[in-house]
C-alpha cells in the first residue's frame, strides 16, 4: 500500500477539516485517539482513505514529521485506488498544501 503525506500551513486541525472537507467534496469524521489525539478520517468509494492530523503528537511530545515542523497539520492519502483525483485538487485549491512524503507500506499476509 503507498501513503502519501501532504502538510498543511493550518494550524488549526479543525479549520484544516473544512477547508478539505470543502475542496474534495468528502465528510470527514471526528475520532479522538490517547495517542494521536483528535483527529479526522475517511474512506472513499475508490478506498482511497484521507486522515488528517496533528503533525505535534502530545502523546509522545514530538513531531511526527520532525523536519517538516512548519507544517502543523498533517494530511495522510493511503490506498492503492486512484489518488490522483483527491490529489490534484490539493496544490490548486489551497495555497499552503505541499507533498512531504511518498512511501511505500508493506503489509504482510
Known amino acids: 500500500m503507498q501513503q502519501d503525506i501532504y502538510g498543511l500551513l493550518l ?22 485517539s490517547l495517542y494521536l489525539g483528535v483527529y479526522y478520517e475517511t474512506k472513499l468509494p475508490s478506498g482511497i ?38 490529489e490534484s485538487k490539493l496544490p490548486q485549491s489551497y495555497f499552503g498544501v505541499r507533498l512531504l512524503k511518498q512511501k511505500q507500506q508493506i503489509i504482510s499476509p
Request: aromatic content about 8%; overall charge negative.
Open 11 to 32: 494550524p488549526d486541525i479543525d479549520e484544516a477539516k473544512d477547508i478539505m472537507e470543502d475542496i474534495l467534496g468528502v465528510k470527514m469524521e471526528p475520532h479522538d
Open 49 to 86: 482513505r484521507l486522515s488528517l492530523r496533528s503533525n505535534y503528537n502530545k502523546f509522545d511530545e514530538a513531531w511526527r514529521e520532525d523536519q517538516h515542523k512548519d507544517f502543523p497539520t498533517l494530511l495522510y492519502i493511503d490506498g492503492e485506488g486512484n489518488k490522483s483525483a483527491v
